[in-house]
């Protein structure tokens, strides 16, 4: 079964220090990964995907399949980066849907 | 342009009762998904259209859950005799023309509360 895991509910670093969030992924054949990010009162907005191997606000996730992992990393955090993060997997299907990890919490302390 | 739409933002029921959400996409957008968020848990997809056809429905819990798409534009997902265990956050994407390749945009989710 295709499954998301985030192992950390929440991730508490000062500002300036580096960030990594874990992905760990469940998915027989070729994935593609995301990163969403939710800030405080805004709606859910997709911050990368593996694919574009690009670089948004700072961040970067590499995609290790022998890991199964898709890890976000920063670093050097910002304040602003203080958001609710999921990472989403592609499910199999041509519809497209996503499966959801349950989210971390990025805290950036002053 | 504008983006996705949600109305209503929060929506307090008694239970038992039917409610509607609705949903509009960002217009051009063939495929329309609901998605369910417990508290403190990632959103869980609940079902897709690709214009007004309900190609997928597999993510719907029970018979309770319904939705539509009769123009292949605006969304309805209907709860009836609704429960305790429906309470969570009901968010709708949109993508332009759906499937592996296209990026989804959430709109910014229907609060529910069933009393």
């Known amino acids: 079964a295709q499954r998301v895991t985030q192992p950390e509910k929440l991730l508490s670093v000062f500002k300036g220090a580096p960030v990594e969030l874990k992905c760990n992924y469940s998915?027989?054949?070729?994935?593609?990964l995301f990163w969403y990010v939710q800030y405080s009162r805004q709606r859910l907005q997709l911050l990368l995907r593996h694919i574009s191997r690009e670089s948004i606000k700072g961040f970067t996730a590499d995609l290790n399949k022998g890991e199964t992992s898709f890890h976000l990393k920063k670093p050097f955090a910002q304040e602003e980066d203080s958001a609710m993060y999921y990472c989403?997997?592609?499910?199999?299907?041509?519809?497209?849907?996503?499966?959801f990890g349950q989210g971390t919490t990025l805290q950036v302390k002053p | 342009g504008a983006g996705v739409s949600q109305s209503p933002r929060y929506k307090v029921t008694k239970r038992g009762q039917d409610v509607a959400l609705r949903c509009d996409p960002i217009s051009g957008h063939v495929s329309l998904y609901w998605y369910r968020q417990a508290l403190g848990q990632g959103p869980e997809f609940l079902t897709y259209f690709n214009y007004e056809a309900q190609q997928d429905k597999s993510g719907l819990p029970n018979d309770r859950f319904s939705a539509e798409r009769p123009e292949g534009s605006i969304s309805t997902l209907t709860i009836q005799r609704t429960e305790q265990r429906d309470s969570a956050m009901y968010r709708c994407?949109?993508?332009?023309?759906?499937?592996?390749?296209?990026?989804?945009?959430f709109g910014p989710g229907t609060r529910l509360t069933v009393l």
């Open positions: 998915y027989s054949g070729s994935p593609e």
């Open positions: 989403a997997l592609r499910g199999p299907s041509n519809t497209g849907k996503l499966i």
């Open positions: 994407a949109s993508s332009l023309r759906g499937g592996k390749t296209d990026t989804q945009y």
